[in-house]
Nanobody, 125 residues
Framework: VQLQASGGGLVQAGGSLRLSCAASGRAFNSYGMGWFRQAPGKEREFVAAISWSGGSTSYADSVKGRATISRDNANNTVYLLMNSLEPEDTAVYYC???????????????????WGQGTQVTVSS
């Protein structure tokens, strides 16, 4: 399984970005997917997760109301739309696949085992 994240960049505060994560390998639609981020000097943190079916989602409080996670199982891709970006959103964003297929929504970092390479999001004030 390989995950390729893209879509990051430099944006002004208040702007929007849509991150994409293309997955290779089989059974994409059997696994939950998540987005995490890591700012300089900080630990990697949960941002958003989507269930294997796409029917359930979860968001960190810091992005709730500003972020939307979605997936296209036909094209093995998961997305993260971020609106009203703030300088505090500056980080490297990583997509990840859950360790176990199907099952409930997972939001803990240890519940994910395949990770993309990350895409940098920088929000200027």
């Amino acid at each position: 399984v390989q995950l390729q994240a893209s879509g990051g960049g430099l944006v002004q505060a208040g702007g929007s970005l849509r991150l994409s994560c293309a997955a290779s390998g089989r059974a994409f639609n059997s696994y939950g997917m998540g987005w995490f981020r890591q700012a300089p000097g900080k630990e990697r943190e949960f941002v958003a997760a989507i269930s294997w079916s796409g029917g359930s989602t979860s968001y960190a409080d810091s992005v709730k109301g500003r972020a939307t996670i979605s997936r296209d199982n036909a094209n093995n891709t998961v997305y993260l739309l971020m609106n009203s970006l703030e300088p505090e959103d500056t980080a490297v964003y990583y997509c990840a696949r859950t360790r176990s297929p199907v099952g409930p929504l997972r939001i803990r970092l240890l519940e994910y085992d395949y990770w993309g390479q990350g895409t940098q999001v920088t929000v200027s004030s």
